[in-house]
């Protein structure tokens, strides 16, 4: 069992910024996924356990980074630039594989709580 947990979720002005945390008990693959009312879980970024690799969203390209404190085993997503459109909940999860990181949410093994981005125009 590996726990995850996500925090810093809040209610910004669109041009601001947020960072979100996600603690997960171990060092792992892990990404960020968003899901705005009626709509499907949407890949976000991802960074792989080592820290070498990283994949973003087209949406999110130039705006959010992910980025990993491996000492803390804690992954952090700075999110700039924030339009209304960002507005969802955003999810953390591990992925067990050691291969690079997955865009799909099945290939993820593990999931936080959820916690909610709402932008305001």
């Known amino acids: 069992q590996v726990n995850v947990v996500e925090s810093g979720g809040g209610l910004v002005q669109a041009g601001g910024s947020l960072r979100l945390s996600c603690a997960a008990s171990?060092?792992?693959?892990m990404g960020w996924f968003r899901q705005a009312p009626g709509k499907e879980r949407d890949f976000v970024a991802g960074?792989?356990?080592?820290?070498?690799?990283?994949r973003y969203a087209d949406s999110v390209k130039g705006r959010f980074t992910i980025s990993r404190d491996n000492a803390k085993n804690t992954v952090y997503l700075q999110m700039n630039s924030l339009k209304p459109e960002d507005t969802a909940v955003y999810y953390c999860?591990?992925?067990?594989?050691?291969?690079?990181?997955?865009?799909?949410?099945?290939?993820?093994?593990?999931w936080g709580q959820g916690t909610q981005v709402t932008v305001s125009s």
């Open positions: 999860a591990v992925d067990l594989a050691l291969a690079g990181v997955a865009l799909s949410a099945p290939a993820y093994d593990y």
């Open positions: 171990g060092r792992y693959t």
């Open positions: 960074i792989r356990w080592s820290g070498d690799s990283t």
